[in-house]
């Protein structure tokens, strides 16, 4: 794989007549020989005697202070790692990526481009990661730390009065306020035709506490190695370095080195240059090689490994049908014990699982499994669409609980038609019969047709929902039960049920904007006959929002949803949405929200049609706005044998 990624990354074509990496160095290189020779001539204009003295002069006491200064600093250096594995879920453990990612700073920041290095120290000690993930999660430490830097910057200019720079450093922080908004409201960018995914305000909040031990701890180590007789406060000192320190990293140059020096002298013009250069010296000593022949070392002596092979998730025997929701790939497996499941996925700043656990239910564990998997994620945990019971036992452990829908299910062995609860029902029904529908389970063959029925009604109603709601795909209904109704010929609409041995479970409904009146009802109807005679026992029709009047026209939630599943006559069954605390509630449901109302693109699974037609990934009407353009298909073929005046069901 790493090989084959290598190769990629050689093969690719470039605008530049030479390979861009072979133009970076050359920069590099070319600026390190400018920024040195622009130092040659400054320190020309210096007493070596009087540097080597200032250096000797520096107390033991201050060297073995100052490493251990070093040494925090690197800790901190070390989690921004960390803290982006979390993030993005590479499912390295903390202490590795940790270690990783303070062998790659060190190196990069000694020998140069330090994203190129880093990533190929990264690649070399977490065999999991690809090259080109390497690349990236590289590319977003960089990253991490500029930002991090520069509000550290700005704040230390605006909170020190002699500092310079004041509006410049004001509007920094102006910036990086909009960037942490962005991180809070809009983690997830489309700019200039790329996807930018943002950290949650999470881990941006990490980031910047790790900065700041990074910084303060780096510059406290330089001052302690600046000779005594200096006599330079560290208030001085500290505004001064943070900003050679941007200088160095601008530059590219290996360790800053030119930028960095040339900076420090022009920010700090009245102390004495042979003191401050040998402190620096000492500095590059102490803080950059010292750490790079350590770095080099143990990525040296670092035996091969091989990477993990990653666990396949099967579902438990007794998952609810609607756990075929993992088919979408947006729910994955949270293990509670050895014998306990429950389904999960992530927004931007909350882990959610859906539905309550299967297996051996033990509720209390499921609240620490879960707020322990959130926490190792730098999210809030959250409970979505969960029964009465999970929900007592986390209103009861202090978690703010609130309902949010309710689910409707029948039995199909006792369900019948007669009742005034059903009264609306059967009006549908006897509408449906007079418009003489043809009824039955579709098969492989037919699934062609329903292409451009889900891609109407996608269109009709704002694109597909997501997250914890069904979306079409051939390859997500090569697993459900579908049945479609005919008119003349002309496939009208279809609905698919998640079924188990035990229970069907409504997915999805999809029709054209004239189907007759009533077919959706004589859809479920029939599902619900072929339910019986298979002896399924319960029959769930999903569930609704049960929200307050208002808050329905407000959401432009479909209400008429409930009154659909009503007319059924079913056992409603309330379902709750927890987490710990009121803010943490509101933000996973608006969250979730947003999932459902602005899903990613759907990577189906590709199928084998009747015709041995594959269908294409990604369909156009599973995105909204400028992203999607309708895509033309030709109806179906008319089916024979069709029933003319009442419904006929195969």
């Known amino acids: 794989m790493k090989r084959s990624a290598i190769g990629r990354a050689l093969r690719m074509e470039t605008a530049w007549p030479v390979p861009r990496h072979t133009v970076r160095i050359i920069a590099a290189l070319s600026l390190t020989i400018g920024f040195l020779w622009l130092l040659s001539l400054r320190l020309a204009l210096l007493d070596a005697t009087e540097v080597f003295h200032a250096f000797a002069n520096v107390p033991v006491a201050n060297w073995a202070t100052a490493l251990i200064a070093t040494s925090v600093s690197f800790w901190a250096v070390g989690q921004y790692d960390a803290c982006l594995h979390r993030h993005i879920g590479t499912g390295e453990a903390p202490h590795q990526a940790h270690r990783a990612g303070i062998a790659a700073i060190a190196l990069g920041q000694t020998l140069g481009l330090g994203v190129l290095t880093g990533a190929l120290i990264r690649w070399r000690m977490l065999p999991s990661l690809s090259l080109i993930q390497a690349t990236k999660l590289s590319a977003a430490v960089a990253l991490s730390f500029l930002f991090g830097w520069s509000i550290i910057t700005a704040l230390t200019l605006l909170a020190l009065p002699a500092a310079p720079l004041k509006l410049p450093a004001l509007m920094v922080c102006g910036l990086g ?27 941006l909040g990490q980031i910047l506490i790790f900065a700041l031990i990074d910084t ?46 040339m900076t420090l002298l022009a920010a700090l013009p009245t102390l004495p240059e042979p003191a401050l250069i040998a402190g620096v010296l000492a500095f590059r000593l102490a803080y950059y090689a010292l750490p790079a022949m350590l770095a080099a070392f143990a990525v040296l002596m670092m035996p091969p490994q091989m990477p993990k092979a990653a666990m396949a998730q099967v579902l438990a025997k007794d998952a609810p049908a609607e756990a075929g929701l993992i088919a979408q790939n947006l729910f994955t497996l949270l293990n509670i014990t050895n014998k306990s499941q429950i389904l999960m996925s992530e927004t931007p700043h909350a882990t959610v699982t859906l539905l309550d656990p299967f297996g051996t239910q033990n509720p209390t564990r499921t609240l620490v499994a879960l707020s322990k998997h959130a926490r190792a994620r730098s999210r809030l945990p959250c409970l979505y669409k969960c029964g009465k019971r999970l929900a007592a036992i986390a209103r009861r452990a202090g978690w703010c609980v609130a309902p949010v ?246």
């Open 177 to 203: 306020s909009v960037v942490a908004l962005l991180c809070l409201f809009q983690p997830r960018l489309r700019l200039f035709g790329r996807h930018i995914a943002l950290p949650n305000i999470f881990t």
């Open 216 to 261: 303060v701890a780096a510059a406290l180590a330089l001052w302690l190695l600046c000779p005594p007789d200096l006599g330079m406060p560290f208030a001085t000192l500290l505004p001064a370095y943070l900003l050679a320190l941007g200088a160095g990293l601008v530059s590219g140059t290996p360790g800053g080195v030119g930028a960095f020096e």
């Open 405 to 650: 829908a309710a689910e409707a299910w029948l039995n199909p062995l006792t369900f019948t038609l007669n009742g005034a609860e059903k009264s609306a029902l059967r009006r549908k029904l006897r509408k449906a019969e007079k418009s003489g529908l043809h009824i039955h389970e579709m098969t492989a063959a037919d699934w062609p047709s329903l292409t451009e029925i889900a891609q109407d009604w996608a269109f009709d109603n704002g694109g597909e929902r997501g997250f914890s709601m069904g979306r079409f795909g051939h390859g997500l209904l090569s697993s459900q039960r579908v049945f479609g109704a005919y008119s003349n010929g002309i496939l009208m609409g279809f609905v698919s049920f998640h079924h188990n041995r035990r229970e069907w479970a409504l997915d999805l409904m999809r029709h054209r904007r004239t189907m007759p009146d009533g077919a959706n009802y004589a859809l479920v109807v029939h599902a619900l006959q072929v339910a019986r005679d298979q002896g399924i026992a319960r029959f769930s029709l999903a569930a609704a929002p049960r929200l307050p009047k208002w808050l329905v026209r407000l959401t432009r939630t479909n209400g008429g949803l409930c009154q659909f599943k009503s007319a059924f006559g079913p056992v409603w069954q309330p379902l709750y949405i927890a987490a710990p605390y009121l803010p943490a509630l509101a933000l996973a449901s608006a969250e979730i929200y947003r999932a459902i109302h602005h899903p990613p693109p759907l990577n189906d699974q590709p199928f084998l049609g009747g015709e041995n037609k594959i269908a294409s990934n990604g369909q156009p009407w599973h995105m909204r706005g400028n992203e999607r353009a309708r895509v033309p298909t030709r109806r179906p073929d008319r089916q024979p044998h069709m029933a003319q005046g009442r419904i006929k069901h195969d």
